[in-house]
């Protein structure tokens, strides 16, 4: 394919904006973490001690494919893909039950807890900005004309 054929850059394209940005890292650090746990618990199952190696498997296995989420849902923020929204949004909303429960804990999950908590919170903050909205051509209702 010549330099000819190669469709050009629209001109009038903005550039992504900083919170969209900061949302897609943050999602991406949850789908991270989310990996690393899973690598664990499987680890853990496979070649360590668990008290039921069925249960660590199976753990690790269901937090690595629920990592796919977040994950997927990051890489579509970044390329301003208005359908990884929602993903993004749903991701910070089941997690919020989960910090709450690290926080009602008696151990060291406190201190995770409350940094999921702030990273839920600041992802939603920053998917829901208008800014955010605007990028990812999501119009409000009764904006469809638009």
Do not use: C, F, K
């Not at 089941?94 to 409350?114: C, E, H, K, Q, T």
Request: aromatic letters at 2%; charged letters at 15%.
């Amino acid at each position: 394919m010549s330099s000819d054929q190669t469709p050009a850059a629209p001109e009038t394209a903005e550039p992504r904006p900083r919170r969209l940005t900061y949302a897609a890292a943050l999602v991406a650090l949850e789908g991270l973490t989310l990996v690393v746990g899973g690598v664990w618990m499987l680890a853990l199952g496979i070649g360590g001690d668990p008290d039921d190696r069925q249960q660590a498997v199976t753990g690790g296995v269901t937090l690595l494919v629920l990592a796919l989420l977040p994950l997927l849902a990051a890489r579509g923020l970044l390329g301003l893909r208005g359908w990884s929204r929602g993903p993004a949004v749903i991701t910070q909303i089941m997690a919020l039950p989960v910090a709450y429960n690290l926080l009602r804990a008696d151990s060291m999950a406190i201190p995770a807890g409350i940094a999921l908590a702030a990273v839920a919170v600041a992802s939603l903050v920053l998917l829901v900005n208008g800014e955010t909205t605007r990028a990812l051509g999501i119009r409000g209702p009764g904006r469809a004309s638009e």
